[in-house]
């Protein structure tokens, strides 16, 4: 029977980055169709009221996310909310595309795949975890 292994606490300044789905959007194959974005055109980062409040961040302002590896995101929408952890931010995958060709959703948010640089395997059974990436925020100037 495996031994349940505490996950490491982000370190001092990081948050766990923590992401998910719209019910709007399927993965990154609907983002450049015109009329689901006209319902989600970009996301937003979940940031606890107080976090933000400390950072001098309110609901509106962008940021840009910086990993643990020094990997930095595309701008990002915050949304400051009771509805998140102290530790922890939120975003929704699919977002943040480079390409011009996307022309409906070239630069509209920022991307968790991106950021997602570091993994951890189940030994037992192979699954993968990736809610291992910590992020902090680069203020916008």
Known sequence: MPKYTQP???????????????PVHSFSRTQSNRLL?????????WINQDIASRYGLK??????????????????????TERIRTDCVYMIHGFGHNSHMLKFAYQ?????????TRYKTDPLMGGTAMN???VTFELEA
Request: positive net charge; hydrophobic residues 40%; without cysteine.
């Open 59 to 80: 609901s509106g302002d962008f940021i840009r996310l910086k990993n643990q590896d020094g990997v930095i995101s595309n701008r990002i929408k915050v949304k400051a």
């Open 132 to 134: 291992v990436n910590f």
């Open 8 to 22: 490491a606490p982000p370190p001092a300044g990081y948050f766990r980055l923590l992401y998910g789905r719209a």
């Open 108 to 116: 509209k948010g920022a991307s968790d795949a991106q950021l997602i």
């Open 37 to 45: 974005m006209d319902m989600i055109g970009e996301n937003e980062v």
